[in-house]
């Protein structure tokens, strides 16, 4: 069975800001990928990434980045320099990597809030 | 279609009537899913898809709940005799390739209230 915890359940900060969000997983699979979206007020969940289980390398994008640790099962997720449009919930996700379709596990999101 | 589209995107009906809620995925996508997010939560899986199959179905919550994939394409999600709590945003997701590779896409989701 796997399981993804976001611990926090709401952040607030004032913009520019840098905010890492949590995310821990358990899973048996030796493979899997984890991923995190974005949930806009608008409702429409939004692709964010996709790592690997067997890449631990960090990601940077623009003022995203990413901080996959495998030995903790640690996926964390930092935005530098917040802004305003970075509010929203913010999800991980974690599945198997094997044949067939598979349902994503998803954590219970972090609502977070950029104060102007 | 470009997107995940799903139909209606607002929903009030009264409890005990039956409801279907539509969901067009991407032109191509084989692998369909169907989540819940009650307000304030995570999102709950329902069952998936792959073509008109459905290999999982472990998190319809009753046997008030059923879905069903015609063509490969469009599916629907019917819940009967609703309940209040039934009360939530229904999620409508696809994907390209079996092993989600590039993650789902999702569409904007249907709004039941059960009054």
């Known amino acids: 069975a796997q399981k993804v915890t976001q611990a926090q359940t709401e952040i607030s900060v004032v913009e520019k800001e840098d905010v890492t969000l949590d995310c821990v997983y358990e899973?048996?699979?030796?493979?899997?990928?984890l991923f995190w979206y974005k949930q806009p007020p608008s409702g429409e969940l939004v692709f964010l990434i996709r790592?690997?289980?067997?890449?631990?390398q960090n990601e940077i994008s623009g003022r995203y980045s990413w901080n996959f640790q495998k030995s903790t099962s640690s996926f964390n997720f930092t935005i530098t320099a917040s802004q305003v449009v970075d509010s929203a919930v913010y999800f991980c996700?974690?599945?198997?990597?094997?044949?067939?379709?598979?349902?994503?596990?998803f954590g219970q999101g972090t609502r977070l809030t950029i104060n102007p | 279609g470009a997107g995940v589209s799903q139909s209606p995107s607002n929903k009030v009906t009264e409890k005990g009537k039956d409801v279907e809620l539509r969901c067009d995925p991407i032109?191509?996508?084989?692998?369909l899913y169907w989540y819940r997010q009650s307000l304030g939560q995570g999102l709950e899986f329902l069952i998936y898809?792959?073509?008109?199959?459905?290999?999982?179905k472990s998190g319809l919550p009753s046997d008030r709940f059923s879905a069903e994939r015609t063509g490969g394409s469009v599916s629907t999600l019917t819940i009967q005799r609703t309940q209040q709590e039934d009360s939530a945003v229904y999620l409508c997701?696809?994907?390209?390739?079996?092993?989600?590779?590039?993650?789902?896409?999702f569409g904007s989701g249907t709004r039941l209230t059960v009054v």
């Open positions: 996700a974690l599945r198997p990597i094997i044949q067939g379709a598979q349902k994503l596990v």
């Open positions: 899973t048996r699979d030796t493979t899997y990928y």
């Open positions: 790592r690997n289980s067997f890449d631990e």
């Open positions: 898809f792959q073509g008109n199959s459905a290999p999982d």
């Open positions: 997701a696809s994907s390209s390739r079996d092993r989600g590779r590039y993650g789902y896409t």
């Open positions: 032109s191509g996508h084989t692998a």
